[in-house]
């Protein structure tokens, strides 16, 4: 289902003080409910393209797995809206911090279990890399003009992989997290190292977003959008450097601003 992310439909346009009926698309949202090793672990609402990266990076930002070899077999049931995900180990990690849980697309009483396991999964940064002022500017650029879901839809987050000059990987979700979960699936699916990338985000760093990357072992990420305060509070402590409004030729840079390179 890779690159399953809307579908036609027809709607009733008003325009010049006329009314007319045209064809649009439309961001999908679909539940998707993850089975691990028999048990219902977590429904997520989601947009339905690159559906394992998506479970990959979901069971790791939550210390469910480590490596790829974690799972022994995955088998997706994308007409059901089934994933099911068998580990190699019999019982999963640490299982009376679990429960079943509803993960929304959008912030607010997303998780129910914030605390312990973004404890235990989330990395402080030490040392990370740097990245040009320019080079930020032309990055954001990028992620806009291959941004083809959202040009189509308007109604999806945009999260890439980066090294300080290029864009390595882009994926899309209506969710914020979700769209995160699949670049961390994506770097565990294909062993991509990630101390030595960055995040290049369209959405709104929560302390959600900034808890993923911290996850991931990035050390910067840049946002189209603005950050919460309890998001800074964490990149402060995680040592992640967080930039905000970049838009156009302009950015402003909330924490760990030494990352950030003028020439």
């Given at each position: 289902m890779d690159g399953f992310v809307a579908k036609r439909r027809y709607i009733v346009k008003y325009r010049n003080g006329q009314l007319a009926e045209k064809e649009d698309e439309i961001a999908l949202e679909f539940p998707l409910t993850v089975v691990v090793n028999g048990q219902e672990f977590a429904t997520i609402v989601c947009t339905p393209g690159h559906i394992d990266e998506l479970v990959i990076g979901f069971l790791a930002s939550e210390g469910v797995i480590r490596v790829i070899d974690d799972i022994k077999a995955m088998t997706i049931d994308g007409e059901r809206g089934f994933v099911y995900v068998e580990l190699t180990s019999d019982e999963l990690p640490a299982k009376q911090f679990y429960a079943k849980r509803f993960i929304g697309s959008c912030c607010g009483k997303s998780r129910q279990f914030y605390?312990?396991?973004d404890a235990k999964t989330a990395k402080t940064i030490v040392g990370g890399i740097t990245v040009k002022?320019?080079?930020c500017v032309c990055l954001m650029k990028t992620l806009h003009e291959q941004s083809i879901d959202f040009a189509a839809t308007g109604g999806l987050h945009n999260a890439a992989l980066a090294t300080p000059d290029r864009i390595v990987v882009i994926r899309s979700d209506i969710g914020r997290h979700n769209a995160l979960d699949k670049l961390y699936g994506y770097c565990l699916r294909h062993q991509v190292a990630m101390k030595d990338k960055?995040?290049?985000f369209s959405g709104r760093v929560s302390s959600e977003v900034l808890l993923k990357a911290a996850k991931m072992g990035i050390s910067i990420l840049?946002?189209?959008?603005?950050?919460?305060t309890l998001a800074?509070?964490?990149a402060e402590e995680l040592g992640i450097t967080v930039v905000g409004?970049?838009?156009?030729?302009d950015f402003n840079v909330y924490t760990h601003e030494k990352r950030i390179i003028i020439e």
């Open positions: 605390f312990y396991n002022a320019d080079d960055l995040i290049v840049l946002s189209k959008s603005a950050p919460t800074l509070d964490l409004f970049l838009r156009g030729q």
